[in-house]
Structures are given as structure tokens and as C-alpha cells.
């Protein structure tokens, strides 16, 4: 077993764990601050994961979806917060289950 069939694996078992973190995050947390938190955490567990196998194999692949994932998450940031932000000057809170008064 070469040195690099252990490091992959270490980043792998990483990637799950911070990923199972992000789930249970979701689903526990009730703040939408939160819960974007843990949405990102996931989202960069899959890179992690994605840049791992990207060196196991010696392509650039991985990389270049994993900087795309990136920029899509930063678009995903600026455009969730400015909706937080505006229900929280409607409704004065970000708890999840309280917005149902949004409904219409």
C-alpha cells in the first residue's frame, strides 16, 4: 500500500465526517444563518473530497468542479443572506419555523 492510498483515504473519511456534521446541522439547527452554515460545510466536504481524488489520480478535473463549486457557493451566500436579512426586518426573527407567516 503506497503513501497516497492512505492520505485519500484519511481526506475521504475527513470529507464524510465534516459532510454527516453539515447534515445534522441541517436538520437540527433551526437559525437560517445556520443552516447555510452547515450547507457550506457540505458543500466544501464535497470539495475536499473532490480535490483528494483529483491528486489521487493526477488530473486537474477534481479542481477545476471544486473552484466552480466555490464561486457557485458565493453566489449562493450573497444572494441567502440578502433574503435573511430582508425577513428579518419583515418579521424581526430567523427561525425557521416562524415563517410561515410569509406565506402570503
Known amino acids: ?9 484519511l481526506y475521504v ?3 464524510g465526517v465534516l459532510f454527516t456534521i453539515g447534515i445534522v446541522g441541517v436538520l ?6 445556520m443552516i447555510f452554515m452547515a450547507i457550506e460545510l457540505m458543500l466544501n466536504s464535497a470539495n475536499l473530497a473532490l480535490v483528494a481524488f483529483a491528486r489521487q489520480h493526477g488530473g486537474v478535473d477534481g479542481q477545476i468542479i471544486a473552484f466552480l463549486v466555490m464561486v457557485i ?14 425577513v428579518f426586518r419583515r418579521i424581526k426573527t430567523v427561525d425557521v419555523d416562524k415563517l410561515h407567516s410569509l406565506k402570503g
Open 1 to 9: 500500500m503506497d503513501q497516497s492510498a492512505v492520505n485519500i483515504g
Open 13 to 15: 473519511i475527513l470529507s
Open 28 to 33: 437540527v439547527r433551526r437559525s437560517a444563518i
Open 73 to 86: 457557493a458565493a453566489a449562493e451566500v450573497a444572494v441567502g443572506l440578502t433574503i435573511i436579512v430582508a
